[in-house]
């Protein structure tokens, strides 16, 4: 089965940005509302982002709305994850599936959020 792979990740100060993408192989998103997960050490795999086909709506969880900005780009089968105003609980591995999380995970990016 086909796996996303997300990139972008790092280590950034509190208060600083990263842009997150996912990207698939073939037209793997098409037609699916797409979204951002992630998994903090110790903790379950969390819901951040999702956005619809082809992308008019998004919805986020309340930790990150205003702060974070999910977007995609059909042509491209590329979802994307702007993250602005980072903190330190934002620390976590990131992830992209489908909404009902259909796909077989990928390998994550891991994002650090230094105090």
């Known amino acids: 089965q086909v796996q996303p792979v997300e990139s972008g990740g790092g280590l950034v100060q509190a208060g600083g940005s990263l842009r997150l993408s996912c990207a698939a192989s073939?037209?793997?998103?098409?037609?699916?509302?797409m979204g951002w997960f992630r998994q903090a050490p110790g903790k379950e795999r969390e819901f951040v982002a999702t956005i619809s086909w082809p992308g008019a709506n998004t919805n986020y969880a309340d930790s990150v709305k205003g702060r974070f900005t999910i977007s995609r780009d059909n042509a491209k089968n590329t979802v994307y994850l702007q993250m602005n105003s980072l903190k330190p609980e934002d620390t976590a591995v990131y992830y992209c599936?489908?909404?009902?999380?259909?796909?077989?995970w990928g390998q994550g990016t891991q994002v650090t959020v230094s105090s």
């Open positions: 599936n489908t909404r009902d999380r259909a796909l077989t």
């Open positions: 073939g037209r793997t998103f098409s037609l699916k509302t």
